[in-house]
């Protein structure tokens, strides 16, 4: 039986074992493309600049559209990488 991960857990929990806040927003979409549903994806963060706990730098990432949820969550996440 194999298991799998989410993408967006294993980026919280990636982020979360690196002492980096939570993830702020996420937002999925549905778009229709001549009829065809296609899925987007977006990631919001920060994390903190290296040395420096108090400067903290924004992470914003779309991913590309995709037949599936799952294909455009591990898109977004592999960009935000």
């Known amino acids: 039986m194999s298991q799998t991960i989410k993408p967006i857990k294993w980026l919280e929990a990636a982020l979360w074992l690196l002492r980096v806040c939570d993830i702020f927003e996420m937002t999925s ?7 065809s549903e296609l899925w987007m994806y977006s990631l919001t ?3 903190p600049i290296r040395y420096n706990n108090e ?3 924004d992470i914003v990432q779309t991913g590309r559209q995709s037949l599936t949820k799952i294909g455009a969550q591990i898109d977004a996440v592999q960009l935000s990488l």
């Open 29 to 35: 979409e549905v778009v229709n493309d001549e009829g």
């Open 55 to 57: 400067v903290r730098q």
């Open 45 to 47: 963060f920060d994390i």
